[in-house]
């Protein structure tokens, strides 16, 4: 499995494209004026709190106050009420909270208005990005991730990754990180840090305090609200949080940000350095490496998969709903129930890619075709799951229900990725339909279909642009089916025809259906 990592940049924002044995599986984009990023900590006032919520709205400098639950605040509040309080005023300046007299922890079941008082100062942190009309989410337990652990500043808890499946290697580096944990911090040792040696552990637990540190020499003077530690850029968070031995190449189109990336690599993977690399083509970098087309194919509505079968996906104000369809496909299973078997095993794929490429959240239903055999609903749903293994949003997913619904609860931290993949139809102006490259996908599909009818001859009558789409360029689309298939393709323009309509004949000059 060959993980790659292929980094767009302009004047006004970065895309990153995870690519999985050349499979598009995740889209971020980094954005110049993106301020409340989820990790991102604001030193805020608390606006009121609201005893029938249980929660208070706190001024972050958003259009929109965030969101600040009762469990959200963590049972060290009043220690961190009083840190921030005594730290802003001078009255303490030693950050690493060896010295520091902790208070007695908060209720866990009490109210939010014998927790915080109007006005008050608090550092919170973005555990959810705006999304839609809401404002942020935030937290008042603070922490601050790094390679192999994250850091909880007024916290004594030291815990293990339950991915780390060892308890040999669980006793381990519990040991050896509270060994070098300083009084007054909790630690979480991540997944990576498997088989890591104290000194890795102890340089990232170094850097942490110190970025820790340099937030709090901030809140003297800094202003009522105001961001104090910001995530690191996305590019060195995303290969923070996913990057291992996996990564086969990670090629970056700037210069500056290549150099960026190199050192970053070369802190956490010294010996991976090589596989960081300057892309100088002319040709822009997400079409070099296919990208722009499997994001015009991966967008819409409606996602093409293997052998014909297809999924729909709709969207709505509560939830997400995925519906699996066989389609117009030769069926080489023996009966019914292999068929819907095996296009449900296809789809629970695509729907695990499609789930982290849109980052969809919430509550999502997804309507598989029914299977009546117990084994074969057992198999799809071990499927599901093993398919979303690698997927760092929370997330659970219940067995198929009888009518061969399947529904899933994914963590939502930011806004869905939602791409246009619609463009003007030049027949037609002021109309949208497909892009041309999902119009030549269902073209390939039907093709693919006469061509195991063992049709000798077979002409393509379509639209000019989608003609010329077809046949220009080398190697052209039409010799690429040729290599594939040996069967050579006519395709003739007609200038009669709308955008979307085409036509297969055979030698006789019968239209094939």
Request: net charge positive.
């Amino acid at each position: 499995m060959d993980k790659e990592l292929i980094i767009r940049s302009s004047s006004d924002f970065v895309d990153f494209a995870l690519l999985k044995d050349g499979k598009l599986i995740e889209l971020h984009k980094d954005e110049e004026d993106n301020n409340f990023a989820v990790g991102d900590v604001f030193i805020a006032k608390i606006r009121k709190a609201v005893p029938g919520l249980n929660a208070a709205f706190v001024n972050v400098g958003y259009e929109k106050d965030a969101f600040l639950h009762y469990h959200d605040l963590g049972p060290k509040l009043p220690s961190l009420l009083k840190f921030v309080k005594r730290v802003s005023t001078g009255k303490h300046t030693d950050f690493l909270l060896k010295n520091f007299q902790f208070e007695k922890d908060i209720d866990k079941d009490g109210s939010i208005v014998d927790a915080l008082k109007s006005n008050q100062s608090l550092l919170v942190q973005i555990v959810k990005e705006p999304i839609s009309t809401k404002g942020p989410r935030i937290s008042s337990e603070l922490s601050i991730a790094g390679r192999y652990i994250v850091l909880v500043p007024f916290s004594d808890r030291i815990s293990i990754s339950q991915k780390i499946e060892s308890k040999e290697e669980k006793d381990r580096l519990k040991r050896l990180v509270k060994s070098i944990t300083p009084k007054g911090f909790g630690v979480i040792v991540r997944t990576v840090a498997e088989g890591k040696k104290v000194a890795e552990l102890d340089t990232d637990l170094q850097n942490l305090l110190s970025r820790w540190t340099a937030m709090c020499k901030k809140l003297n003077k800094a202003p009522h609200p105001s961001k104090v530690l910001g995530e690191m850029n996305k590019a060195s968070s995303i290969l923070r949080d996913i990057f291992n031995d996996s990564f086969s190449s990670i090629v970056v189109d700037d210069e500056e940000l290549y150099m960026q990336i190199k050192d970053y690599v070369h802190q956490i993977a010294p010996k991976k350095e090589s596989i960081v690399k300057h892309y100088q083509n002319g040709v822009p970098i997400f079409e070099k490496h296919g990208i722009e087309r499997q994001i015009k194919t991966s967008f819409g509505r409606t996602v093409s998969m293997a052998k014909g079968a297809y999924i729909v996906i709709e969207h709505t104000e509560a939830l997400h709903v995925i519906d699996v369809n066989s389609g117009n496909r030769s069926n080489k299973e023996k009966n019914q129930e292999d068929t819907a078997l095996e296009v449900n095993m296809i789809s629970a794929t695509e729907i695990a890619r499609q789930l982290r490429l849109r980052d969809m959240g919430g509550i999502i239903v997804v309507d598989f075709i029914d299977m009546g055999n117990a084994e074969n609903r057992k198999k799809l749903y071990n499927h599901l799951r093993d398919e979303m293994k690698d997927d760092k949003a929370k997330h659970k997913i219940l067995p198929p229900s009888k009518f061969g619904l399947i529904q899933i609860t994914r963590q939502r931290v930011r806004p869905e990725r939602n791409i246009e993949t619609k463009e003007e139809n030049p027949n037609v102006s002021g109309e949208e339909i497909e892009a041309p490259i999902k119009v030549v996908q269902r073209i390939t599909q039907d093709m693919e279909r006469i061509f195991k009818k063992d049709y000798k001859k077979v002409t393509l009558n379509t639209h000019p642009f989608i003609a010329a789409f077809l046949t220009k360029g080398f190697p052209s689309i039409r010799s690429k089916w040729f290599l594939e298939h040996k069967k050579w393709v006519k395709v003739l323009p007609r200038d009669a025809y709308t955008y979307l309509e085409y036509h297969f004949y055979d030698k006789n000059g019968d239209k094939i259906n």
